[in-house]
């Protein structure tokens, strides 16, 4: 998607329960400090210009309500998202065990989308390509927030690598008050997205019949059609 000026714009929403550091993760990101006070947010849409592998590109980034009752507003929210940040706080087994609930919500909104992401494995879409299925996974990155907080820690680094195993998608641990892995939780989206983009272009260049590849048109046979329609009988 090309944002204003033609730059390259990416989507990403960032999931999860309250209180788990959405909101800090992506003011880390955006605007470079760290929010010490929890004010539960509804809806905040933050854009930043940033060069991935020395690709310029721009990011917008939806942090978005953890709260069960803003469950009909999410479905907006994944609606318009391209790729997606799950995240718990380490320090909170509950907010681990709903990231199940939001990643069942990705899958339900994006499966009512036509031609979007849906079928296949968890959180995919089949594209036929030369007369196979290629299953295409929605990018997806499994954030455990506050590991600076390794003396509250109820939840491992072991758990958060198998749940992202079962939910076919990246893991890493952060935090966004010591800035530590918050560029690369939200760049390693990009870099799936991006691939994707790639990918996607290059099978519908290759899926577009070519003039040189139409069947020629015998030369012959259409003169002697022509000479044949031509002839006059006088009686």
């Given at each position: 998607?090309?944002?204003?000026?033609?730059?390259?714009?990416?989507?990403?929403?960032?999931?999860?329960?309250?209180?788990?550091?959405?909101?800090?993760?992506?003011?880390?990101?955006?605007?470079?400090?760290?929010?010490?006070?929890?004010?539960?947010?509804?809806?905040?849409?933050?854009?930043?210009?940033?060069?991935?592998?020395?690709?310029?590109?721009?990011?917008?980034?939806?942090?978005?309500?953890?709260?069960?009752?803003?469950?009909?507003?999410?479905?907006?929210?994944?609606?318009?998202?391209?790729?997606?940040?799950?995240?718990?706080?380490?320090?909170s087994r509950s907010s681990f065990t709903r990231i199940k609930k939001?990643?069942?919500?990705?899958?339900?909104v994006k499966d009512s989308i036509p031609g979007a992401y849906g079928?296949?494995?968890?959180?995919?879409?089949?594209?036929?390509?030369?007369?196979?299925?290629?299953?295409?996974?929605?990018?997806?990155?499994?954030?455990?927030?506050?590991?600076?907080?390794?003396?509250?820690?109820?939840?491992?680094?072991?758990?958060?690598?198998?749940?992202?195993?079962?939910?076919?998608?990246?893991?890493?641990?952060?935090?966004?008050?010591?800035?530590?892995?918050?560029?690369?939780?939200?760049?390693?989206?990009?870099?799936?997205?991006?691939?994707?983009?790639?990918?996607?272009?290059?099978?519908?260049?290759?899926?577009?019949?070519?003039?040189?590849?139409?069947?020629?048109?015998?030369?012959?046979?259409?003169?002697?059609?022509?000479?044949?329609?031509?002839?006059?009988?006088?009686?």
């Open positions: 998607m090309a944002g204003k000026g033609g730059m390259t714009m990416y989507k990403l929403v960032v999931l999860g329960d309250g209180g788990v550091g959405k909101t800090a993760l992506t003011i880390q990101l955006c605007l470079n400090h760290f929010v010490e006070t929890y004010d539960p947010t509804i809806e905040d849409s933050y854009r930043k210009q940033v060069v991935i592998d020395g690709q310029s590109c721009m990011l917008e980034v939806l942090d978005t309500a953890g709260q069960e009752e803003y469950t009909a507003l999410r479905d907006q929210w994944i609606r318009d998202g391209e790729g997606f940040l799950l995240v718990y706080s380490i320090s939001f990643h069942q919500q990705i899958q339900r079928g296949g494995s968890p959180l995919s879409t089949p594209v036929l390509s030369s007369g196979r299925d290629i299953t295409v996974p929605i990018p997806i990155m499994l954030v455990g927030n506050k590991c600076d907080r390794a003396t509250e820690r109820e939840v491992s680094p072991h758990e958060g690598m198998e749940l992202a195993r079962e939910l076919e998608c990246q893991f890493v641990e952060a935090s966004a008050k010591n800035c530590v892995n918050v560029e690369k939780a939200f760049y390693d989206v990009v870099r799936q997205l991006r691939k994707q983009r790639q990918s996607n272009s290059s099978r519908s260049k290759v899926q577009r019949p070519r003039r040189e590849d139409a069947p020629l048109r015998d030369k012959n046979v259409d003169k002697d059609r022509y000479q044949k329609k031509s002839k006059c009988i006088i009686l």
